[in-house]
């Protein structure tokens, strides 16, 4: 498998480290992966390396995660703050982009759709996410930032992500997140989108999977039995296949 390199990427939003595995290919797009709520991009690194050799695939660190610049008022830890980061990284990438978000990846990735609309994207791609966590989404109990930075650790294990965000950034972003609702966002979408779903997602019902795919025009929807909510652990292979066959769509 491709070896996946680990750089620095100065933006006008900041400091982002990022993965990074291939090289640009003329004529296809390149693809770049959101981590989750509490993640980073090394939760990618299993899918990276599987499609390095075809595909130029970046995995940014989104702030207060993996070495990023990481703000010190909770406030910026909202979808607009990463949708901010998202389009201040898209900045330094030739060409058109594959966006892809896992978790609270999702809600970042239709921010960025509703703040900078589609122009420069070529798919998107929508795993295991909810456009309006609302009540539904139990990924995390707590009613304040010490709630929920405790418990940071518990679900970190259980999703088994090995570097994870600062418990600060982890409290602000559900915070934030928990109140967002895109739903309207998804009738403006307007490229090529796959929306992937493990069958037993406990940290966000394949129901919202579902809502996502019947408000994005043409969107595709795959549902995997047996798989909960990071299929990327699941079953990396798979999740490289299904992104490639998107990057092949555009």
Not at 16 to 38: A, K, M
Not at 132 to 158: L, N, Y
């Amino acid at each position: 498998m491709a070896d996946i390199r680990r750089g620095t990427v100065e933006t006008s939003a900041g400091s982002i480290r990022v993965l990074s595995g291939g090289t640009p290919v003329p004529g296809r797009p390149t693809l770049v992966l959101l981590h989750g709520i509490q993640g980073s991009a090394s939760a990618w690194r299993a899918v990276m390396e599987r499609l390095a050799d075809e595909v130029h695939v970046l995995a940014p660190n989104l702030r207060g995660r993996g070495g990023s610049h990481t703000p010190d008022r909770l406030e910026d830890y909202a979808p607009a703050g990463f949708a901010a980061d998202v389009a201040a990284f898209a900045a330094t990438i030739d060409g058109p982009f594959v966006l892809v978000g896992w978790s609270m990846g999702v809600l970042v990735a239709l921010e960025y759709v509703a703040t900078h609309g589609t122009g420069r994207l070529a798919a998107l791609g929508l795993i295991g996410g909810s456009a309006h966590p609302g009540g539904e989404c139990p990924w995390f109990r707590g009613e304040t930032p010490d709630a929920i930075a405790e418990e940071a650790t518990a679900r970190a294990a259980a999703l088994n992500l090995t570097e994870t965000a600062t418990p600060f950034a982890v409290a602000g972003s559900w915070l934030a997140a928990r109140a967002a609702d895109h739903r309207a966002t998804l009738a403006r979408v307007d490229v090529p989108t796959l929306v992937l779903h493990g069958s037993n997602d406990d940290q966000c019902p394949p129901s919202h999977g579902r809502v996502i795919a019947d408000g994005i025009a043409g969107a595709e929807l795959m549902v995997w039995p047996g798989c909960g909510h990071n299929p990327m652990a699941h079953d990396p292979a798979g999740v490289a296949a299904a992104l490639a066959a998107l990057v092949r769509r555009t």
